[in-house]
């Protein structure tokens, strides 16, 4: 092979390289999860009215099995999303309701409102109240052992925030089975509760519960994935 | 001139001896000066600091390790400085002297390999002890450790690792988990490491205290408080996704600031720790998935050595009594 030849060939194969790579960093780009914005679309100093819905499998996508998370747009339409751009200091109004069946926590101190706090006193702070509402009852401590356990917490560690969220009855005939957003008519409780955001920044937030089951402790798939049991609160000024 | 002896001819004028005379006399001058400001004025200010013994221990470790390296510094730069300035080339008229002197001197070797071989053999042994030796390094001591603190009621508190979040429990208290990692001044502690999921690791930088979070190991490192303050708190081994977003803060806080806030959350927590699994030295979680619970291993049999210390319920009495005298 010439020396002409096998330059070709070298730059051929570069060239594949560089375009393996950039197409996998573009799919990358393109399969993160959109971004829901109430800082626009929000009159300044109204409550942000934040609606979700957590899912056992979301039905449809790259992973139709994963249990998720979804939002609800301003618009009323659903998104499986976890990202959202929401306005500073503003109350955010929490609706949850929850399809997905739950067990006892593998640490049960995870059942209490304001959890997962860093730096600060569990319960104070982040959730306004210190109490989450479950089906219109104010509840400060979900027992894991109790009815039906806890299938997921929404958890801002940042911001104090960890409502642990009961589960449903899932050998029930109204247990949601179809591709998400589940129906209201679907067996589901209603979580209610508010917070405040703090200055502008980025805040992780996660579900605490090992959800991710055949994965590595739970933790793993969409435990470990944006858009599905994890994302981020974008607080906006 | 040559004296008569064999390759006497080679040996530079004036011989070598005033050169490693002149070597050895800089090195000490600098290092009896470089040293002890060092030790004296840069060394209290290394990190990690002195919140705890512990902390003490790796910061005094560091300075004396740091100013071994720099008289050793010291004594390669005199060397190459004085090489560099003593025969240079314009000083020197045609090739250097080499001969016999350049194929060996015994004198050179024998210095040269039983100071290298004292000095690495000294931090070596100095290493050594500082690791065994209490409120050394303050890593994880395991379950079995060498040396157990003087006092016998460490104030215990298990860290319970999982992803992706510290909890810590506090025994003495009756065993009410909580987010906060609060701890009294001037106080042994005894950190307990366990982990609920992976391996992670407990690094309290700034109390000199590390220890691996491993699942159903109780892994064990102690430490005495002595200076009131906040430190940060981070996961040091690599334990998923959000892995950099494990960390958090405590502080050290008077005594009497302690129990009030301790029997202040043993009672606002009271509804949570009821649910909580007895306390145990490690847990035997479910293996996968959210169907879990969260098992004390001790209860399965699985642990017999549930109580190695005996020493768990008598920290917060004598605590107690001991504030209850001062009030």
Same mark, same amino acid.
């Given at each position: 092979m010439g020396r002409t030849a096998r330059l070709g060939v070298f730059f051929s194969l570069l060239g594949i390289a560089i375009g393996l790579c950039v197409f996998t960093a573009m799919a990358w780009i393109g399969s993160a999860p =959109?971004?829901?914005?109430?800082?626009?679309?929000? =009159?300044? +100093?109204?409550?942000?009215?934040?609606?979700?819905?957590?899912? +056992?499998?979301?039905?449809? @996508?790259?992973?139709?099995?994963? $249990?998720?998370?979804?939002?609800?747009?301003?618009?009323?339409?659903?998104?499986?999303?976890?990202?959202?751009?929401? =306005?500073?200091?503003?109350?955010?109004? $929490?609706? %949850?309701?929850?399809?997905?069946? @739950?067990?006892? %926590?593998?640490?049960?101190?995870? @059942?209490?409102?304001?959890?997962?706090? $860093? +730096?600060?006193? =569990?319960?104070?702070?982040? $959730?306004?109240?210190?109490?989450?509402?479950?089906?219109?009852?104010?509840?400060?401590?979900v027992d894991g052992y109790s009815g039906n356990g806890i299938a997921h917490t929404f958890s801002v560690p940042d911001l104090g925030i960890n409502v642990p969220l009961p589960g449903v009855d899932g050998s029930s005939s109204k247990f949601c089975s179809e591709p998400a957003p589940c129906p209201t008519s679907a067996l589901h409780n209603v979580i209610t509760f508010s917070f405040k955001t703090p200055a502008s920044g980025v805040y992780r937030w996660q579900c605490f519960i090992p959800c991710g089951l055949s994965y590595l402790y739970g933790n793993g798939g969409p435990m470990a994935t944006a858009g599905y049991m994890a994302g981020f609160i974008k607080v906006v000024s | 001139m040559s004296d008569g002896r064999p390759g006497a001819a080679d040996e530079p004028r004036g011989g070598h001896a005033p050169h490693l005379i002149r070597i050895f006399? #800089?090195?000490?001058? *600098?290092?009896? #000066? &470089?040293?002890? *400001?060092?030790?004296? *004025?840069?060394?209290?200010?290394?990190?990690?600091?002195?919140?705890?013994?512990?902390?003490?221990?790796? &910061?005094?470790?560091?300075?004396?390790?740091?100013?071994?390296? #720099? #008289?050793?510094?010291?004594?390669?730069?005199?060397?190459?400085?004085?090489?560099?300035?003593?025969?240079?080339?314009?000083?020197?008229?045609?090739?250097?002297?080499?001969?016999?002197?350049?194929?060996?001197?015994?004198l050179v070797q024998t210095s040269w390999i039983t100071i290298t071989t004292l000095a690495v053999m000294g931090l070596f042994v100095f290493g050594t002890i500082e690791l065994i030796v209490p409120a050394g390094a303050g890593g994880g001591e395991g379950p079995n450790p060498v040396w157990t603190p003087h006092t016998k009621n460490p104030l215990v508190v298990q860290v319970i690792a999982q992803q992706w979040l510290f909890t810590y429990r506090y025994p003495s208290f009756g065993g009410f988990e909580t987010t906060q990692l609060i701890l009294p001044d001037h106080t042994a502690i005894a950190f307990h490491v366990t982990s609920l999921d992976v391996i992670h690791d407990f690094w309290a930088y700034q109390l000199g205290v590390k220890a691996d979070a491993n699942p159903d190991y109780d892994n064990v490192a102690y430490t005495t408080t002595q200076q009131l303050g906040h430190f940060v708190v981070r996961c040091d081994e690599l334990c998923g996704i959000w892995h950099g977003a494990m960390f958090d803060y405590g502080s050290i806080v008077p005594k009497a600031k302690f129990l009030s806030w301790a029997t202040a959350s043993e009672n606002r927590l009271a509804p949570v720790t009821k649910l909580l699994p007895p306390f145990a030295w490690t847990y035997t979680p479910s293996a996968n998935g959210a169907g879990g619970g969260f098992y004390p291993a001790c209860a399965t049999g699985q642990v017999t050595n549930c109580d190695p210390f005996g020493n768990v319920a008598t920290y917060g009495g004598a605590a107690k009594q001991s504030a209850h005298e001062t009030a």
């Open positions: =959109p971004t829901v914005s109430f800082a626009s679309s929000q =009159p300044k +100093g109204a409550p942000v009215q934040l609606h979700l819905q957590t899912v +056992g499998a979301i039905g449809t @996508g790259a992973h139709p099995d994963w $249990v998720s998370y979804l939002t609800q747009e301003p618009d009323g339409h659903w998104v499986g999303t976890t990202e959202w751009d929401i =306005p500073a200091s503003t109350v955010v109004d $929490v609706t %949850l309701d929850e399809y997905d069946s @739950g067990s006892p %926590l593998r640490n049960e101190y995870l @059942g209490l409102v304001g959890a997962a706090t $860093v +730096g600060g006193a =569990p319960g104070e702070g982040g $959730v306004i109240g210190g109490l989450e509402n479950v089906n219109g009852k104010a509840v400060r401590v | 006399a #800089i090195w000490a001058v *600098l290092s009896a #000066i &470089a040293g002890p *400001l060092f030790y004296l *004025l840069v060394g209290p200010h290394l990190p990690p600091g002195h919140m705890t013994s512990a902390a003490s221990g790796d &910061a005094w470790d560091l300075n004396v390790v740091t100013t071994m390296a #720099i #008289i050793v510094v010291l004594g390669v730069w005199t060397y190459f400085g004085y090489c560099l300035v003593t025969w240079r080339s314009s000083r020197v008229v045609g090739e250097p002297v080499v001969g016999r002197w350049g194929r060996g001197n015994l």
